[in-house]
């Protein structure tokens, strides 16, 4: 096929490439950022078919497959418009960036105008694929978050700390109104001295935990040891590619 015209896009997950890698090669994970009943057969020749959620059909053809570098494959609208199946070609190449994945696409047109149809679909497209991997890496990050809030309230010095790295990174850092800190070392001592000047204060998550892209919204409840409630207020929490707190900012609502 003679494709001269190219769409260029890239975008970093948190998560691993095998990971990623899994939401192009197995049909439950490729339906979960196309559409319910696209399928894919990830070998070379395999068929390749998307039922977008508006209900147009696509369908191409697996040219190549390296796991868990690359998917390449082609792709057109079943209809006929504005491009014949199989008549443009799509690589995806991974690359482990940090712990996580840098996703680079390309996708090669005949013409410049098809080409630049495609440009909000594929920012679009790409969205949803990042927030249905992390999605997946993040299906217990309610189980984080409550062991985070479990953690101010511990007595044992040894205990926190234990906790607290199976949750968070090193390097965590924590900001709200009364807290600037950067790393394991800064956070720990200060659970420590928030318990001496607020004594028998526990910290309740309240609600669902929202997830979009690697971050979590959480609504708190402080309350005091006879169970009054004392405060309130909401946690964004930015979980690394391994599902570890890497970052906390919180605001009180008093």
């Known amino acids: 096929m003679n494709l001269p015209h190219t769409l260029d896009r890239t975008v970093v997950i948190q998560a691993p490439p095998q990971t990623v890698f899994s939401f192009l090669t197995e049909n439950d994970r490729w339906a979960s950022w196309w559409g319910a009943g696209s399928t894919i057969e990830p070998r070379a020749g395999g068929r390749v078919y998307i039922r977008h959620a ?4 696509s369908s191409g053809e697996v040219v190549e497959v390296e796991p868990p570098k690359r998917m390449v494959f082609t792709y057109g609208f079943n209809s ?3 491009i014949p199946p199989g008549s443009s070609r799509v690589t995806i190449d991974l690359v482990a960036q940090g712990q996580g994945t840098r996703l680079d696409l390309r996708h090669e047109f005949a013409e410049a105008s098809v080409r630049d149809e495609h440009v909000q679909g594929w920012r679009y497209q790409l969205s949803v694929f990042g927030n249905v991997v992390t999605n997946l890496l993040n299906a217990h990050a309610g189980d ?3 062991a985070w809030f479990k953690v101010w309230s511990e007595p ?6 234990q906790q607290l790295e ?3 990174a090193p390097e965590v850092s924590f900001r ?4 600037l800190l950067a790393g394991m070392d800064d956070l720990l001592p200060h659970i420590g001295a ?3 000047f607020m004594p028998n204060m526990h910290l309740e998550r309240r ?3 929202r997830h979009c892209q690697g971050s979590l919204l959480v609504n708190w409840a402080a309350m005091s040891g006879d169970g009054q409630q004392r405060g309130t207020g909401t946690n964004v929490f930015t979980l690394d590619a391994s599902g570890k707190i890497a970052s906390v900012v919180g605001f009180w609502e008093m």
């Not at 508006?54 to 059909?57: A, D």
């Not at 044992?156 to 700390?161: G, P, V, Y």
């Not at 709200?176 to 807290?179: E, H, Q």
């Open 194 to 196: 928030t318990q001496r």
């Open 54 to 57: 508006n209900g147009i059909e």
């Open 207 to 209: 609600g669902d935990v």
């Open 166 to 168: 199976r949750i968070a």
């Open 80 to 82: 006929g418009k504005p």
């Open 176 to 179: 709200d109104r009364f807290s």
């Open 156 to 161: 044992s010095e040894d205990a926190r700390r």
């Open 144 to 146: 984080t978050v409550d």
